[in-house]
């Protein structure tokens, strides 16, 4: 199975704009956002994972 591993091109100018705006940002609203982020991949997580259970 091929793996989608590149980012479109929209996803790459987001991730542009994104860097634009952490470099604004204070050590301590960077750890934050890092923290909000790293939250809200493991809901995505918890969210694949049920929904590959519903699947089965």
Do not use: G, W
């Not at 956002?33 to 994972?49: A, G, P, S, T, Y």
């Amino acid at each position: 199975m091929d793996l989608p591993l590149d980012l479109s091109l929209e996803q790459q100018f987001n991730l542009t704009v994104y860097q634009d705006q952490v470099k604004s940002l204070s050590q301590e609203q960077a750890q934050e956002v890092l923290l909000e982020v790293m939250r809200q991949l493991m809901i995505k997580d918890n969210v694949i994972r049920h929904l590959i259970k519903q699947t089965i």
